[in-house]
């Protein structure tokens, strides 16, 4: 195991991530915004969750070819549900009585969404971006089978020549890096709860 697998492995599951975010957090929006809009989104990033990681892989790599843009396409849309429902959940939640003082006060649906409900959502959205992160740490192992590389090329290598110490190597290490990850999610995901939370 290198540095650079390492870093590959990580880097990924980044820009994965960032994309996750990029497009759950408005199409969550959307759901809330739009009833006839809601179902078909939620319909949609729920059966992309059913799909084995490995058969949604093999089909993206049909189209993009071998390689990291066909790990991070798979990854963004297995980790999209978290996002989307959190998002989804987190505006519907927000208190009614908040939504008609805003309303009262003139604002508008927009300013509303942006300054008010959004803002309280935050902390969902954030539990779902949480999610995605660490299950994606874990789901981008399989993109070492269609040349992503990363972690999951040493456990491949330590399965097929059947050696335990590169396999609990790579465990070991994806173990680490999605503790870590979650640690510092869910860190900043208290800060904004108690930010937020009623004094």
Known sequence: ???????????????????TIVIGVPLGVCAYSFHRFRRVVLVIVEVMQTIPAMA????????????????????????????VQNTYVGLKEVSPAI?????????????????????????????GIRIAAVTAVGVAVFGSYVGGGGLGSVIQRGIRVQNMRLILTGTITLMAMAVSLDA???FIEKRIRKRFSPH
């Open 99 to 127: 939504k008609e003082v805003a309303k009262g006060m003139g604002m508008t649906r927009l300013y509303r969404l942006i300054h008010v409900e959004m803002p309280i959502a935050f902390p969902f959205i954030l539990a």
């Open 1 to 19: 195991m290198t540095a650079n697998m390492v870093y590959t492995h990580f880097t990924t599951v980044l820009a994965s991530i960032l994309l």
């Open 56 to 83: 949604m892989l093999g089909i993206i790599m049909v189209f993009l070819g071998a390689g990291p843009r066909t790990v991070i396409t798979g990854l963004l849309l297995y980790s999209l549900l978290p996002v």
């Open 184 to 186: 510092i999610l869910s």
